[in-house]
């Protein structure tokens, strides 16, 4: 673990410091790097030779949004991983459950109805509470005697996600001019964040992965299928609905602080497990870094790069769909199977 | 003694699979199960693993009741080597055999110098060691099958459960893993419960047999003693010969045909 691990973490840091030099205002790494240490130390002799204006823009613009960039793209990504894991289904995503889809609906009633009991958060927020009904929803759905099966799961959210998409049809046929809003926000975007989102959701990624990794072996234990794994001393039924509550939320939190952005959660982790092989424990912290750098790239090019906004929805699967087909292509042509 | 099982009954989503049913299995012999298809064998190992509760009934491993012991105890006692099995994940031969030290690390640990080198030795002796850097979803079925076979040997059991464990092994595989399992057996005082399909292979490996059809124990006792025509008769409906082969030193059947 240790090599990919360190240079994975040395890209994100650099490519961080490039991303908040990279915009409207170019600033250079030394400036950031000033900048920074003033507001870690307290020490604002480091800025008295600075234009304000520069301070403001990195600490008030730019970090914000790339933090929540990074914790979004590795939140995804290692929920990507729990999901395949407890699915033993290459093709699960965060999204399997219908959560992406809950959010959605929460979203989209927020804006057409105006609701604004929780100020610029409602939005958030009923994206959030749509996102975890719908997953209380598929969870009683496929429990039954004996335990979570994962057909059921997957059928479960593939129902409840076709119904919650024509709720959603429905609601953007209603919308008049906010149709336009839900789409955005349907489509995802990292556009004026705060740092209460920041930390909210690094927050929550960071006690997602710490739960993770703590049951990272069971996990692998999980893939010698349930019988076997609960020889082993796993608690098989247990374990799936704890790492089940875990990913889907982590992935609702996600999902309500940028909308819906596909293909890390699905991506991210084939590509890491053809390099790290698919132990959980290796696996999770380099899914982790991949998932935030392949974000934060995502982000920087619609931010600073393109004359225009581009929802980051669009970009990661033009991007990042292409790219997985290569990728797939070619382990077909060395591998018999995936 | 290993196992007593008193007066256990359990039923499968309403019929039932055992009803009244008491056995005892020794823990430093090598009992062989054997019986017809749909008899309760997979169900029995499921009940003295732990996977299924009784519904009624008692399962006392070593002078406690089988419920007291945690999940990780009974990791560190019991391995089992089931009749399917697949794996999900490209994992590596020695990944998968890795695996079965996990009940004795903790949680975070790497493995220990210890838990490398049982590792090791284990996959030299199954015969895994040239498969070790393969991902275990490239290999064959009897390939496959060895390598769980060598996960449960590494898990360093006081009991190995065998669930038709050399179904899909070729003969030579078959015979040099169960000569495997009674050299640990007698080294170790490891107990062995396996389920056997041939009765042959079992008649040459098991000290015990215990004869099992519809949920009932037709037969228990030393190979030589439950082994006969009769009782073949009786349970799988064939006409058999029994007898003792010189040249493998152990009884052995031939069968004539069913009726």
């Known amino acids: 673990m240790g090599l990919q691990f360190c240079i994975l973490t040395i890209l994100l840091a650099v490519g961080a410091v490039i991303s908040t030099g990279m915009g409207y205002l170019n600033i250079s790494w030394k400036e950031i790097l000033r900048i920074v240490m003033a507001k870690f130390t307290g020490n604002d002799m480091l800025l008295s030779q600075m234009d304000p204006i520069l301070t403001t823009v990195v600490v008030d613009v730019r970090l914000p949004r790339i933090l929540t960039s990074l914790a979004v793209g590795g939140g995804l990504a290692i929920c990507g991983t729990v999901f395949q894991a407890i699915l033993l289904n290459p093709l699960a995503d965060p999204y399997t459950l219908g959560v992406s889809a809950g959010a959605a609906f929460g979203a989209a009633l927020a804006i057409i109805l105006n609701m604004s009991f929780a100020g610029t958060y409602s939005t958030t927020l009923m994206a959030f509470v749509g996102a975890v009904t719908t997953l209380i929803i598929v969870i009683y759905l496929s429990a039954n005697a004996g335990g979570l099966s994962s057909n059921n799961l997957i059928l479960s959210g593939i129902i409840v996600t076709a119904i919650l998409s024509a709720g959603i049809s429905f609601l953007k046929y209603l919308a008049d001019e906010q149709v336009g809003i839900i789409i955005f926000w349907l489509m995802g975007s990292f556009a004026s964040r705060t740092w209460t989102d920041a930390t ?27 019988r ?18 875990v990913a889907s939320l982590l992935a609702a939190a996600c999902v ?15 590509l890491m497990r053809g390099l790290t092989g698919p132990d959980n424990l290796r696996l999770l912290p ?25 929802p980051i929805g669009i970009l990661t699967a033009l991007i990042g769909g292409p790219f997985f087909c290569y990728v797939f292509r070619q382990r077909q042509t060395r591998r018999r199977e995936f | 003694m290993g196992y007593i099982l008193e007066r256990v009954s359990f039923s499968y989503s309403g ?32 009940l003295i ?20 012991y945690s999940k990780k105890e009974l990791a560190r006692q019991i391995a089992l080597v089931p009749q399917t099995y697949s794996i999900n994940f490209p994992f590596l031969v020695k990944e998968v055999v890795m695996m079965g030290r996990y009940p004795h690390m903790s949680r975070f640990s790497a493995p220990l110098a210890e838990d490398l080198a049982k590792v090791k030795e284990i996959m030299v002796q199954t015969g895994c060691i040239e ?34 464990a050399t179904a899909n092994m070729d003969i030579h595989h078959s015979l040099h893993l169960l000569q495997l399992v009674v050299k640990m057996q007698c080294e170790n005082k490891m107990g062995v419960v396996a389920v056997f399909q041939d009765i042959n292979l079992a008649a040459m490996y098991c000290q015990d047999l215990v004869v099992i059809s519809k949920g009932r124990v037709v037969a228990d006792g030393p190979t030589s003693f439950v082994l006969q025509s009769e009782i073949l008769l009786e349970v799988f409906h064939v006409q058999a010969k029994v007898y003792f082969e010189d040249y493998n030193q152990s009884h052995q059947v031939v069968f004539r045909q069913c009726i």
């Open chain 1, 228 to 245: 076997v794994a609960s020889s082993l001393g796993v608690s098989t039924g247990k374990v799936t609905l704890i790492m089940l509550i």
């Open chain 2, 131 to 164: 498969l070790a850097h393969r991902p275990v979803t490239e290999l064959s079925g009897g390939e496959r099958q060895r390598v769980v076979f060598a996960r449960a040997l590494a898990q360093e059991p006081k009991m190995l459960i065998l669930d038709e």
């Open chain 1, 286 to 310: 380099v899914t982790f870094l991949a998932g935030a750098i392949l974000l934060l790239i995502a982000d920087t090019i619609t931010r600073a790069i393109l004359p225009h906004e581009v």
């Open chain 1, 200 to 226: 909210l959701i690094s927050v929550a990624v960071i006690i997602g992965l710490i739960i993770f990794l703590v049951f990272a072996r069971d996990l692998n234990l999980l893939s010698l299928g349930k």
């Open chain 2, 15 to 46: 019929t039932n699979v055992f009803k009244d049913f008491s056995l005892n299995l020794k823990a430093d012999r090598f009992i062989g199960i054997i019986g017809p298809n749909g008899c309760g064998k997979t169900t029995l190992i499921d």
């Open chain 2, 49 to 68: 693993m732990r996977l299924q509760k009784p519904q009624s009934g008692h399962i006392t491993y070593l002078e406690k009741p089988l419920s007291s």
């Open chain 1, 256 to 270: 309500s602080v940028s909308g819906i952005i596909g293909f890390v959660g699905l991506l991210v982790p084939h």
